[in-house]
């Protein structure tokens, strides 16, 4: 029996065995449903948000169609509260597009930070993907596309979490719709609490180092002083004033390194 031979032999199953596995985890069915799953916390907490939202739209002013038509063309709960908040008092559209676009900037990191994964996809997935790169999706999908295995198919995954949150923000806005007028004290039961603390959960295991708690202390506290500002102005500014909290944090470290 030749040595060379039988080590060839005893080699290559377990290889083939490894080989075999990872591709069974990553096939598109199982990313897509373990997306849709990982998702499902998250989803939990967006399920009083939508419905308030469809409930309060129409005392905004806004029809029917055109609020779920927000639900379905936006997919954006913050500005969609802002946007809806904004025409019910009246505010002049210039204020009301650039009070949601500045709400939004935050999807440019997200996305700066999806690059690296979608490059290789076609340009029919990145539209859809991007599309859908909700706050809620891009906290379950970064941290699938961040494990180490040799799955092709992780953008399934993040399919999944996205039609999840998808169907979900869009059924609650109708149920909301449909059904806000029989609770019509809806807005003050506190339910809109569950999306704060969802996005406080989200946040708080990405703090990995003191700009990002820097930058995350000085937003909520330049917020809740601004809060009284009107047409949403805080949010702008403590936006503003905690990526600039960040920045200089960093700037401070990086110095306190080269000394």
């Known amino acids: 029996m030749w040595v060379k031979g ?3 032999v005893e080699t290559s199953q377990p290889i083939q065995l490894q080989t075999t596995a990872t591709k069974a985890y990553g096939s598109p069915s199982t990313e897509f449903f373990a997306g ?3 998702t499902f916390p998250l989803v939990v907490g967006a399920v009083p948000f ?3 939202f469809g409930a309060l739209a129409g005392t905004a002013g806004l029809s029917f169609w055109a609020a779920l038509g927000m639900s379905l063309f ?3 709960g913050a500005s969609q509260f802002i946007g809806a ?3 019910a008092t009246g505010t002049a559209w210039p204020i009301i597009v650039i009070t949601t676009f500045v709400v939004n900037l935050r999807h440019l990191l997200y996305g700066a930070s999806m690059v690296p994964y979608y490059k290789k996809l076609s340009h029919c997935w990145k539209v859809v993907l991007s599309f859908g790169l909700t706050d ?3 906290a379950v999908a970064i941290g699938r596309y961040r494990k180490k295995d040799n799955s092709d198919h992780k953008h399934f995954y993040n399919l999944g979490s996205m039609v999840f949150m998808y169907a979900n923000w869009n059924m609650c806005t109708l149920i909301g719709l449909t059904m806000g007028k029989t609770f019509p004290g809806i807005s003050a039961m506190g339910l809109d609490f569950a999306m704060p603390a969802t996005f406080i959960g989200m946040v708080i295991p990405y703090l990995t180092n003191s700009p990002m708690w820097a930058s995350v202390m000085t937003a909520g506290s330049v917020a809740l002083i601004t809060n009284s500002l009107p047409h949403k102005l805080g949010l702008m500014i403590a936006a503003v004033a905690g990526v600039a909290a960040g920045i200089t ?3 401070i470290i990086g110095r306190k390194r080269n000394r």
């Open 6 to 8: 039988d080590f060839t």
């Open 74 to 76: 936006v997919f954006a």
């Open 136 to 138: 809620e999706t891009f």
């Open 36 to 38: 849709f799953r990982d």
């Open 50 to 52: 939508g419905i308030i």
């Open 85 to 87: 908040g904004l025409i």
């Open 249 to 251: 944090w960093e700037v």
